[in-house]
């Protein structure tokens, strides 16, 4: 299992090579940025290792306390936090599910509707970079 500096340094490296990917398959720069912001965040920020006290979780510095239920219901290293597309998908989820919730409560749920349907593109771009970032942290884990 890799540890945290060769999974940001991992991840920090792929970042422009997945940048330019998205770019040469989307023919828009647009999803180039979005992509290797969305990438490198998710790596840095929404991290397989958020299951326990890692580094990615101490990166939230006064918000990790968010963290703690989510650690106390997902096992380290289950397919719930480190599955392929399961584990990603999940923590997104776990992240925009309150908000949802709180823009509706507040009146802005057609808004919020609307926007997503609207850069539903840009959306899945993103959702599509945070998986690539957790793929690139489970294959380190699988080579160390």
Same mark, same amino acid.
């Given at each position: 299992m890799a540890n945290s500096r060769t999974h940001d340094r991992s991840i920090s490296l792929a970042t422009v090579p997945y940048a330019l990917a998205a770019v040469w398959l989307t023919g828009n720069h647009g999803y180039g @940025? @979005?992509?290797? *912001?969305? $990438? #490198?965040?998710?790596?840095?920020? =929404?991290?397989? +290792? =958020?299951? *326990? &006290?890692? +580094?990615? $979780? !101490? &990166?939230?510095? #006064? #918000? !990790?306390?968010?963290? #703690?239920?989510?650690? !106390?219901? *997902?096992?380290? &290293?289950?397919i719930w936090s480190h599955g392929p597309i399961i584990g990603s998908q999940l923590r997104i989820l776990y992240l925009a599910v309150p908000w949802c919730l709180a823009f509706t409560a507040m009146g802005f749920g057609n808004v919020l509707a609307s926007h997503l349907i609207h850069y539903s593109d840009l959306c899945l771009s993103a959702a599509i970079a945070c998986e690539a970032s957790a793929l690139v942290h489970l294959f380190m884990d699988w080579i160390n």
């Open positions: @940025v @979005v992509s290797a *912001i969305t $990438f #490198l965040w998710s790596g840095l920020y =929404l991290s397989p +290792d =958020l299951d *326990i &006290r890692s +580094d990615p $979780f !101490k &990166r939230w510095g #006064l #918000l !990790k306390w968010y963290w #703690l239920p989510y650690q !106390k219901l *997902i096992p380290h &290293r289950s």
